[in-house]
């Protein structure tokens, strides 16, 4: 049995590994036909050849990253790679119409997104019908998880607690290359956009051969969050004012990566306008998770100038685009000479 | 003059409250339930175009949590304790104890920190790259241990300076199962 060429390694810093770090590396090495472990600690930074060959049957590294504070362990997976003489390879890839390039790419769930996924290594049906069926085929697996139903934003963890995943859909990959699944939206279930949440999860899998266990050869997630909402509230658009009321605006699910603001313009609504922004009204959302948030305008008084119909709308703008999440109309009587002092707009 | 002035003033307002940056996007409606509806559900119809079969038949996955700290144990001694993969301790002395949980107390120490610290109760039985990939027997490996058993000796499998579990060796270590 001829061993592999020992193979290189480099750790790359990652977030958790910053100076004076609490954190030890530590490399594993397990051979797939037996099970045995070889467990070696590496620095944060370095590249070097594995101290142990791999074996024919293959051979999965892992990188982890462990620390203990106050009496409890805390270990991260950073990276797990599977090599092998007749080992096919696997690759995937989301991409997304938001940049975000934090650990988990996001996007909502009109979206879509695109998997790309590449593999190696497959030995032709054709050529060879007496090639094992794991050297002829990868198993391309795709779940999904929903958030809780009413997944209150203000007070979920980090992501949200998940519903446990189902099965969605499998591929069996045949070819070597690189093909690509593009989906128009999410696949998360359910019918109400304005809730439906989640996370999907597509896996490549080396199938069983002989003792070997299903291997999972690379894991790709995307996170997909639901619509924003906003509604307009305090105006009657059958009613004409001298006295502009207190108006409210509730919005519901800011995207990650938004801004949100109220703006105005003379005349009655006409989508696509670009009127006068309240600038204290701007929210801006950077975060890991969607917000709910409220507007409350006491005075609005001063901000008309004169009167006939007004537009208020409320505009979101994401990675996605600017978009209108509510309109009114506003009628003020004609004439209407301006009065009072301003008081602040404000963000409750 | 009194109206100008006071229309001057609307405008002063309104320009204190308000600023006109100029988006460059397009602002469009936010799409309705209706056609985000008509989106979704379209998942299963990607797999079908897809130049890769489907599965005859749905295939069962065993996806395994992996947990560094699972496949770990604990050697622990009066200077601290440290991990070592499964298997590899494959006899506990009785100066140091062996456990499946981490202990509540002591110092965590690396490989080569533990081993320098306890190295008089610590035994090393060298294992050679061929025993590692299952071209040599284990045979000479096992009588080495049979012989050390009685020495009260902790014996650890090592290769190239770093712990390694094998398999097929034979752990005769008590575990304290904690």
């Given amino acids: ?348 | 003059m009194k109206t100008t002035f006071s229309n001057l003033f609307g405008y002063l307002s309104l320009a204190t409250l308000a600023i006109c940056p100029s988006l460059e996007a397009e602002i469009r409606m936010a799409p309705s339930i209706e056609a985000v509806a008509a989106k979704r559900g379209s998942g299963d119809a990607v797999y079908k175009k897809s130049r890769n079969a489907k599965t005859a038949e749905p295939v069962t996955v065993e996806r395994e949590t992996k947990s560094l700290l699972g496949s770990c144990e604990f050697l622990s001694g009066a200077r601290g304790f440290t991990i070592v993969p499964k298997g590899a301790v494959v006899m506990a002395g009785s100066n140091l104890q062996l456990s499946v949980t981490p202990p509540k107390d002591g110092k965590f120490l690396n490989w080569s920190e533990f081993h320098h610290a306890h190295r008089a109760y610590l035994r090393i039985l060298p294992v050679t790259e061929a025993q590692w990939m299952g071209e040599e027997p284990l045979d000479p490996l096992q009588e080495t241990l049979t012989q050390l058993e009685k020495t009260g000796m902790t014996l650890a499998t090592s290769l190239k300076g770093q712990l390694v579990s094998l398999h097929n060796l034979k752990n005769t270590s008590t575990t304290n199962q904690s």
Wanted: aromatic content about 8%.
């Fill in chain 1, 1 to 348: 049995m001829k061993s592999l060429k020992l193979i290189f390694f480099s750790v790359v810093g990652c977030g958790v590994l910053k100076a004076d770090s609490p954190w030890t590396i530590s490399l594993v090495q397990r051979q797939l036909d037996t099970g045995s472990l070889f467990q070696s600690y590496v620095d944060e930074h370095g590249e070097e050849l594995s101290a142990a060959a791999v074996p024919e049957g293959g051979a999965e590294f892992q990188l982890w990253a462990f620390k203990r504070e106050n009496g409890i362990f805390e270990e991260l997976l950073l990276d797990t790679e599977v090599v092998g003489t007749y080992m096919p390879t696997g690759e995937l890839k989301i991409i997304t119409p938001d940049p975000y390039d934090g650990p988990i790419p996001r996007t909502r769930i009109d979206q879509g997104f695109t998997v790309q996924h590449t593999v190696g290594g497959l030995v032709a049906s054709s050529s060879s019908t007496d090639a094992p069926l794991a050297a002829r085929q990868i198993l391309l697996t795709h779940q999904v998880a929903s958030y809780e139903p009413g997944a209150n934003w203000e007070t979920a963890p980090e992501y949200g607690s998940l519903l446990p995943a189902e099965d969605f859909n499998q591929l069996s990959i045949q070819q070597n290359g690189t093909d690509e699944l593009r989906f128009a939206a999410g696949n998360i279930p359910g019918n109400d956009p304005y809730r439906d949440a989640g996370l999907e999860t597509f896996q490549l899998f080396a199938l069983p051969d002989g003792e070997i266990a299903q291997l999972q050869l690379d894991e790709a997630q995307v996170q997909i969050w639901p619509l924003s909402k906003g509604e307009i509230k305090g105006i009657d658009e059958d009613q004409t004012y001298t006295l502009i009321p207190t108006v409210e605006v509730e919005l519901m699910n800011l995207y990650p990566d938004s801004k949100t603001w109220m703006q105005i313009y003379k005349g009655p609504p006409s989508p696509g306008t670009e009127g006068v922004r309240l600038e204290e009204s701007t929210i801006v959302v950077n975060d890991l998770k969607p917000r709910n948030s409220r507007l409350v305008f006491r005075e609005l008084q001063k901000v008309f100038t004169d009167g006939g119909p007004w537009t208020l709308e409320v505009l979101t703008e994401t990675p996605f685009g600017v978009e209108i999440l509510d309109t009114v109309q506003l009628n003020i009587l004609k004439d209407l000479k301006i009065r009072g002092a301003l008081l602040s707009l404000g963000d409750e």
